[in-house]
Structure formats: C-alpha cells, structure tokens
C-alpha cells in the first residue's frame, strides 16, 4: 500500500499528475525516507518534527 497526499486546488491535479514522469528526479529529492506501513505512526511523528535525527 502507498500513501500518498497532495496539496493544490482540485482542478491542478491533473496538471500535477502529468508532470510527474518529467519531474521524476526532482521529486525524489524531497523523499526524505520512506517507512514501512506498520511503522506509520513512527512516520507521522518524523513528519512532525523534521529535523529529528534518523534513528
């Protein structure tokens, strides 16, 4: 399962969508970590404090 949010206006996301494969490098590079699903309370926690350090 992938979790996946967005911010924007409804009517961008198509926009959004379809610059994704052009953007694909440039996206990656926010992708700070990834956390598996059963640990998704660590991974809200971690969103919440950004500059907690990678245990």
Known sequence: MTITTAVGYP??????????PRLQEKIASLISRR?????????????????????
Request: glycine content about 4%; hydrophobic content about 45%; overall charge negative.
């Open 11 to 20: 009517d961008e996301f198509p926009d959004v969508i379809a610059a994704m």
């Open 35 to 55: 956390v598996p699903f059963e640990q998704v309370l660590e991974g809200l926690e971690i969103a919440a404090t950004p500059n907690r350090p990678r245990s």
